[in-house]
Protein backbone atom coordinates (compact mmCIF):
# COMPACT_ATOMS: atom_id res chain seq x y z
CA UNK A 1 0.00 0.00 0.00
CA UNK A 2 0.65 3.41 -0.65
CA UNK A 3 -0.05 6.66 0.80
CA UNK A 4 0.35 9.76 -0.93
CA UNK A 5 0.38 13.49 0.60
CA UNK A 6 0.24 16.28 -1.57
CA UNK A 7 1.33 20.28 -0.35
CA UNK A 8 1.86 23.36 -1.27
CA UNK A 9 -1.30 24.84 -2.87
CA UNK A 10 -3.10 27.68 -2.50
CA UNK A 11 -3.23 31.18 -3.98
CA UNK A 12 -1.17 33.12 -6.40
CA UNK A 13 -1.96 35.78 -9.22
CA UNK A 14 -1.51 35.24 -12.58
CA UNK A 15 2.11 34.78 -13.89
CA UNK A 16 3.17 33.97 -10.54
CA UNK A 17 4.62 30.65 -9.62
CA UNK A 18 3.90 27.40 -6.97
CA UNK A 19 5.81 24.06 -6.24
CA UNK A 20 3.73 21.38 -5.24
CA UNK A 21 4.96 18.71 -3.83
CA UNK A 22 3.99 14.82 -3.03
CA UNK A 23 5.39 13.00 0.12
CA UNK A 24 4.86 9.23 -0.65
CA UNK A 25 5.56 6.36 1.67
CA UNK A 26 6.53 2.97 1.13
CA UNK A 27 10.01 1.68 0.23
CA UNK A 28 8.76 1.23 -3.45
CA UNK A 29 8.50 4.68 -4.45
CA UNK A 30 11.69 4.36 -6.14
CA UNK A 31 10.52 2.17 -8.62
CA UNK A 32 7.21 3.75 -9.31
CA UNK A 33 6.48 5.85 -12.31
CA UNK A 34 4.72 9.19 -10.69
CA UNK A 35 2.19 11.48 -11.93
CA UNK A 36 0.24 14.97 -11.24
CA UNK A 37 -3.70 15.30 -12.64
CA UNK A 38 -5.94 17.91 -12.15
CA UNK A 39 -9.68 18.59 -11.84
CA UNK A 40 -11.34 22.11 -12.48
CA UNK A 41 -14.86 22.74 -11.70
CA UNK A 42 -17.41 21.02 -13.81
CA UNK A 43 -14.56 19.37 -15.61
CA UNK A 44 -13.11 15.39 -15.08
CA UNK A 45 -9.94 14.95 -13.95
CA UNK A 46 -7.19 15.60 -16.45
CA UNK A 47 -3.23 14.59 -17.36
CA UNK A 48 -0.61 17.39 -16.15
CA UNK A 49 2.40 15.54 -16.27
CA UNK A 50 4.48 12.50 -15.77
CA UNK A 51 7.79 10.79 -14.37
CA UNK A 52 9.47 7.52 -14.87
CA UNK A 53 11.08 6.00 -11.80
CA UNK A 54 14.72 7.39 -12.46
CA UNK A 55 13.13 10.38 -13.42
CA UNK A 56 14.92 10.34 -17.38
CA UNK A 57 11.39 9.79 -18.71
CA UNK A 58 8.92 12.66 -18.11
CA UNK A 59 5.41 13.64 -19.89
CA UNK A 60 3.26 16.85 -20.04
CA UNK A 61 -0.04 17.90 -21.10
CA UNK A 62 0.04 20.82 -24.25
CA UNK A 63 -0.79 22.69 -21.93
CA UNK A 64 1.55 23.39 -19.46
CA UNK A 65 4.47 22.63 -21.41
CA UNK A 66 7.77 25.11 -20.95
CA UNK A 67 5.49 26.40 -18.02
CA UNK A 68 5.26 23.16 -15.42
CA UNK A 69 8.09 20.86 -14.74
CA UNK A 70 8.05 17.66 -12.87
CA UNK A 71 10.83 15.83 -10.92
CA UNK A 72 11.57 13.48 -7.88
CA UNK A 73 13.89 13.11 -5.34
CA UNK A 74 13.79 9.25 -4.70
CA UNK A 75 15.87 9.71 -1.44
CA UNK A 76 13.35 11.76 0.29
CA UNK A 77 10.08 9.72 -1.63
CA UNK A 78 8.75 12.99 -3.10
CA UNK A 79 7.39 14.07 -6.54
CA UNK A 80 7.50 17.71 -7.41
CA UNK A 81 5.51 20.05 -9.64
CA UNK A 82 7.37 23.41 -10.61
CA UNK A 83 4.35 25.65 -11.85
CA UNK A 84 5.37 28.95 -14.00
CA UNK A 85 3.73 31.66 -15.85
CA UNK A 86 0.43 30.22 -14.01
CA UNK A 87 -2.87 31.44 -15.58
CA UNK A 88 -6.63 31.68 -14.33
CA UNK A 89 -7.14 27.94 -16.48
CA UNK A 90 -4.64 26.61 -14.28
CA UNK A 91 -7.17 26.68 -11.29
CA UNK A 92 -8.12 22.98 -10.21
CA UNK A 93 -7.33 20.49 -7.46
CA UNK A 94 -4.06 18.62 -8.19
CA UNK A 95 -3.69 15.13 -7.45
CA UNK A 96 -0.45 13.07 -7.37
CA UNK A 97 -0.70 9.59 -8.53
CA UNK A 98 1.85 6.73 -7.99
CA UNK A 99 1.99 3.83 -10.97
CA UNK A 100 3.91 0.41 -10.00
CA UNK A 101 4.87 0.18 -13.57
CA UNK A 102 8.22 1.89 -13.61
CA UNK A 103 7.35 4.30 -16.99
CA UNK A 104 5.92 7.25 -16.90
CA UNK A 105 2.18 7.10 -18.84
CA UNK A 106 -0.51 9.74 -19.56
CA UNK A 107 -3.43 7.43 -18.80
CA UNK A 108 -5.17 7.86 -15.37
CA UNK A 109 -6.20 3.83 -15.07
CA UNK A 110 -2.91 3.58 -15.29
CA UNK A 111 -2.28 4.66 -11.63
CA UNK A 112 -2.61 2.74 -8.88
CA UNK A 113 -2.27 5.20 -5.69
CA UNK A 114 -4.05 8.49 -5.14
CA UNK A 115 -3.43 11.83 -2.85
CA UNK A 116 -6.03 13.29 -1.74
CA UNK A 117 -5.44 16.40 -3.75
CA UNK A 118 -4.16 19.77 -3.20
CA UNK A 119 -6.58 23.14 -4.29
CA UNK A 120 -4.42 25.77 -7.03
CA UNK A 121 -6.66 28.67 -7.27
CA UNK A 122 -4.77 31.32 -9.66
CA UNK A 123 -6.27 34.92 -10.10
CA UNK A 124 -6.44 37.00 -12.74
Known amino acids: QVQLVESGGGLVQAGGSLRLSCAASGRTFSSYAMGWFRQAPGKERAFVAA????????LYADSVKGRFTISRDNAKNTVYLQMNSLKPEDTAVYYC?????????????????WGQGTQVTVSS
Open 97 to 113: AADTYPRATTKEDGYDY
Open 51 to 58: IGWSGGNT
